[in-house]
């Protein structure tokens, strides 16, 4: 079992749609939570860090379930231009050099 | 404001070629540095990190080597390419403070072995 599981996709939602992708870790000892934006053939971008209250940046918000082991990212109002793979990372140790990359969500946002 | 530099952006090789891949950060000191490699369609792979000069870790065994000769270069090289090694590598630093601090990545070179 991979230590940071996502649904692989692709979803394929139309402009203006809500979608939620989820993420599971197995490692208990996780401390950290981001999610990475990564478009076709670039480097990943971080979108945001994941908080235990949950936090929200203008269309996006992210939570995290820390009993469940589950983090999730929401995106409202979905734009063309947020068609992208989403990573969901997991940190852990000191230094974060226990980082573990989820494999990735592909998006296609449709007009 | 911090920056990191990956050069080049692509690089074509024959097997059993040397390679040496560099990465610099500026706007910041003692960064944590790491190299990174995708295969196509799949996840990133940690190869090595570092926390300081002359310190590297290596995560995963295999014919690449890194180094970090100056506090914000990092550097990472092979005597032999393998036609396994094709990828996209990317190098990325964080501040220092533990886990909370998010990694940021360079453009990322793509290597293809021939």
């Known amino acids: 079992r991979k230590e940071v599981e996502q649904d692989p996709g692709p979803f394929n939602v139309p402009e203006g749609a809500t979608v939620a992708f989820n993420c599971t870790y197995s490692n208990s000892a996780s401390q950290s939570f981001f999610w990475y934006r990564q478009d076709c053939r670039k480097e990943p971008k971080l979108l945001m860090s994941v908080y235990s209250s949950g936090n929200e940046d203008g269309r996006f918000t992210a939570q995290l379930n820390r009993a469940s082991q589950y983090i999730s990212l929401l995106i409202r109002d979905s734009k063309l231009s947020d068609s992208a793979t989403y990573l969901c990372?997991?940190?852990?140790?000191?230094?974060?050099?226990?980082?573990?990359f989820g494999a990735g969500t592909r998006l296609f946002v449709k007009a | 404001s911090q920056t990191i530099h990956q050069w080049p952006a692509t690089l074509v090789q024959p097997v059993g070629s040397p390679l040496s891949l560099e990465c610099t950060v500026e706007g910041t000191s003692n960064p944590n540095l790491y190299w990174y490699r995708q295969a196509a369609g799949r996840g990133l792979q940690l190869l090595f990190y570092?926390?300081?000069?002359?310190?590297i870790s290596s995560e995963v065994p295999q014919n690449l080597s890194a180094s970090r000769p100056q506090d914000r270069q990092f550097i990472l090289s092979s005597k032999k390419l393998l036609l396994s090694d094709s990828g996209f590598y990317l190098c990325?630093?964080?501040?220092?403070?533990?886990?909370?601090?998010?990694?940021?990545f360079g453009d990322g070179t793509r290597l293809s072995i021939l």
């Open positions: 990325a630093w964080s501040l220092r403070g533990g886990v909370r601090q998010p990694q940021h």
């Open positions: 570092s926390v300081g000069i002359g310190q």
């Open positions: 990372v997991v940190s852990r140790g000191t230094g974060g050099f226990k980082t573990i």
